[in-house]
């Protein structure tokens, strides 16, 4: 299973961003689709998550000006970033939690990260 991840950038303080993750390979079933970030010398953090029903979860720092969406069609979770603060700067990963074809219990896949830099 890979992750395609793009959408990064650079941004003011204020501003938004959206990122994409694409999904591909020998899925059978994609349970969860997320987001996470890691910014200098600090742990990686959950920021959004969305299930196969829908259910979403987020951090309590982005609540209100992030949001999470997924096209099931196309195996691909979207991250809507709004009013976007320089703590927000991190590089953004996607994760899944995933079934292949090859049978086995679901696993946690990741993609490869995009900077996101919020500065004026």
């Known amino acids: 299973v890979q992750l395609q991840a793009s959408g990064g950038g650079l941004v003011q303080p204020g501003g938004s961003l959206r990122l994409s993750c694409a999904a591909s390979g020998s899925i059978r079933s994609i349970e969860t689709l997320g987001w996470y970030r890691q910014a200098p010398g600090k742990q990686r953090e959950l920021v959004a998550i969305?299930?196969?029903?829908?259910?979403?979860r987020y951090a309590e720092s982005v609540k209100g000006r992030f949001t999470i969406s997924r096209d099931n069609a196309k195996n691909t979770v979207f991250l809507q970033m709004n009013s976007l603060a320089p703590e927000d700067t991190a590089v953004y990963y996607c994760?899944?939690?995933?079934?292949?074809?090859?049978?086995?219990?679901?696993?946690?896949?990741w993609g490869q990260g995009t900077q996101v830099t919020v500065s004026s």
């Open positions: 994760n899944t939690i995933t079934t292949t074809i090859w049978g086995g219990p679901p696993r946690s896949y």
């Open positions: 969305i299930t196969s029903g829908g259910s979403t």
